[in-house]
């Protein structure tokens, strides 16, 4: 086993806290009456996985998303159902990203998501102190500029690829159980916090 050199992080469920069911009452409230069955925690299906995955762009998913609520729907409605995904930002998190950084690590982010959440996740709002989630990355890895989305094995060669390290020298952190299996299976070290839970000192354990 090499040593840890590179650690991969998930956005939604470990750097932010996910609120699903805030997320289902937005697109509700715009007019997808039935974003209860459309929306998944982990891997989008129809149009949201379209635009996770990049198939379509943002404009396009605006179009569609007003065919299903029945009214046109504007970019900001969009962005607004989507960032109701996000409930929090711990501060305990940003602080161990940059503890992790300064200790040598490199830090790379590997997440499904989509080009609304991070209209806000690449801007100076995102940590309420004028930095960027880039400020605290070393690169960053977004399916849908990829166009492949976890657990497809897919995703994870492209990154081993771009970052040419072994496996055995990352430790992925993700809350989706089948991310964390594809991830292992191929080599990679493994640790699967729940969503929100305070990871900051048990990353510890695997790091040693």
């Known amino acids: 086993m090499g040593q840890i050199r590179t650690i991969i992080f998930d956005l939604g469920g470990v750097i932010i806290t996910l609120d699903q069911p805030q997320a289902i009452r937005r697109f509700q409230e715009i007019g997808l009456k039935d974003a209860d069955q459309r929306l998944d ?3 989008q299906g129809g149009i949201f996985g379209d635009l996770e995955r990049g198939t379509i762009d943002a404009e396009t998913f605006r ?4 065919k299903l609520a029945g009214r046109d729907v504007t970019y900001d409605e ?3 159902a989507w960032l109701g995904y996000c409930r929090e930002l711990p501060q305990r998190n940003l602080e161990a990203l940059r503890r992790l950084r300064k200790e040598g690590y490199r830090l790379v982010l590997l997440s499904n998501t989509n080009p609304y959440m991070m209209s806000w996740a690449m801007s100076p709002d995102f940590d309420g102190e004028g930095h960027s989630l880039e400020d605290y990355m070393d690169a960053c890895y977004c399916s849908y500029k990829l166009g492949c989305m976890k657990p497809d094995t897919e995703f994870f060669h492209r990154v081993l690829m771009a970052e040419q390290t072994a496996p055995s020298e990352m430790l992925f ?3 989706g159980p089948r991310n964390v299996a594809v991830a292992s299976q191929m080599g990679i070290r493994t640790y699967c916090p729940e ?6 000192q048990t990353i510890y354990e695997y790091l040693k």
């Open 41 to 43: 925690a982990y891997t």
């Open 63 to 66: 179009v569609e998303l007003s």
């Open 78 to 80: 969009c962005r607004y």
């Open 173 to 175: 952190l993700d809350d």
């Open 195 to 200: 969503n929100g839970e305070d990871w900051t």
